[in-house]
């Protein structure tokens, strides 16, 4: 049974800092890793896809890794800002294109 | 959202009520998911449809029933709510490349 780890379970950085969350997962056949990010109250947004054939993606100030042999995904997020604050959560994806998820990083960035 | 949409939004029930959430697509994608959101659990998956007339178990399916009449909308029932079933509902579908597109929640309370 597939399971997802992150680590921090809460992060709380001043304004500026770059960060880096981590995801592991324990069964390497996936078919990709998704990131999101959850406001309180509100859905989940997608932030980045990485397909089982890549290494990263990147998006503005956000880049994500996958090591698919280690089982270990990283989000790294550039000068960050009060309005990065959110949880972050990341999921592998299996057969039926279900998705398994961590229970998230819960980041705090203080002006 | 990728155009997922679920209603209502928010949903108090007594122990023992009945109800049906509604999750709706405009992607005309075969698979669509529905997951609940727990403190402290994560998302995780309770039941899924691979196409129309089609249903299948997640991880947690007791307590619930699905319907695929119409390929664009996946129903989520509960016959006899009980407390343990108070959270945060979400349907997911795929996007074009992959990536899983949730709609907004169904915030259930049940008492």
């Known amino acids: 049974k597939q399971e997802v780890t992150q680590i921090p379970a809460a992060l709380s950085v001043p304004e500026g800092e770059n960060l880096v969350l981590n995801c592991s997962f324990t069964?390497?056949?996936?078919?990709?890793l998704q990131w999101f990010r959850q406001d309180p109250g509100k859905g989940l947004t997608s932030l980045l896809l990485?397909?089982?054939?890549?290494r990263e993606q990147t998006s503005g100030r956000l880049n994500a890794s996958l090591d698919k042999s280690s089982g270990r995904s990283t989000l790294y997020i550039a000068a960050s800002q009060p309005g990065d604050s959110a949880t972050y959560l990341c999921?592998?994806?299996?057969?039926?294109?279900?998705?398994?998820f961590g229970k998230g990083t819960k980041l705090t960035v203080n002006p | 959202n990728a155009g997922v949409t679920q209603t209502p939004k928010f949903r108090v029930l007594k122990t023992g009520q009945s109800m049906t959430l509604l999750c709706a697509q405009d992607?005309?994608?075969?698979?669509m998911y529905w997951y609940r959101q727990d403190p402290g659990m994560g998302l995780r998956l309770i039941h899924y449809?691979?196409?129309?007339?089609?249903?299948a178990k997640g991880e947690v399916p007791d307590g619930y029933n699905v319907s695929r009449l119409k390929k664009q909308n996946f129903l989520l029932g509960l016959e006899s709510a009980a407390p343990s079933q108070t959270s945060v509902y979400f349907c997911?579908?795929?996007?074009?490349?992959?990536?899983?597109?949730f709609g907004p929640g169904t915030r259930l309370t049940v008492t």
């Open positions: 449809s691979v196409g129309e007339g089609t249903t």
């Open positions: 999921a592998v994806q299996g057969g039926s294109e279900k998705l398994v």
């Open positions: 992607m005309n994608h075969e698979y």
């Open positions: 990485i397909q089982s054939s890549q």
């Open positions: 069964d390497s056949a996936i078919y990709n």
């Open positions: 997911a579908q795929p996007g074009p490349v992959y990536e899983q597109y």
